[in-house]
């Protein structure tokens, strides 16, 4: 899931950076306020959830849950997902801060999909 940082060029980088912050922008926009709540407890769920690994032959898999955050909360999913993988990288060095734009529009697009 995580795109390590120093493997996409810099023209991708910035293509789904401009592509995650807008649809951040339009999840922000379109969330009501009593949905600010729901938005921190996936959020939060989305980030413990990741860190259950599960070996598999040389690899490991781990639990996103991503089509019940993009379910419950449409394009706010973005939003959700986007501190999830920002915690992810600032605690735990998952992915990195560089590649994050990528790595949210790989996981909160099909979210929204859902």
Do not use: R
């Not at 995580?2 to 293509?15: D, W, Y």
């Not at 951040?24 to 926009?29: E, F």
């Not at 969330?31 to 032959?57: K, N, R």
């Amino acid at each position: 899931m995580h795109i390590s940082e120093g493997v996409i060029s810099a023209p991708v980088l910035i293509g789904s950076g401009v592509l995650t912050v807008s649809g951040t922008a339009i999840g922000l926009k379109k969330m009501d306020y009593e949905h600010v709540a729901q938005a921190g407890i996936l959020s939060a769920t989305f980030f413990l959830a990741s860190l259950i690994h599960v070996p598999i032959g040389p690899s490991s898999v781990h639990l996103l849950l991503s089509g019940i955050v993009g379910l419950m909360l449409g394009w706010g999913a973005f939003a959700a997902i986007l501190v999830g993988l920002a915690l992810q990288a600032m605690l735990f060095q998952f992915g990195g801060i560089t590649v994050l734009g990528v790595n949210t529009l790989n996981v909160a697009g099909p979210a929204v999909l859902c």
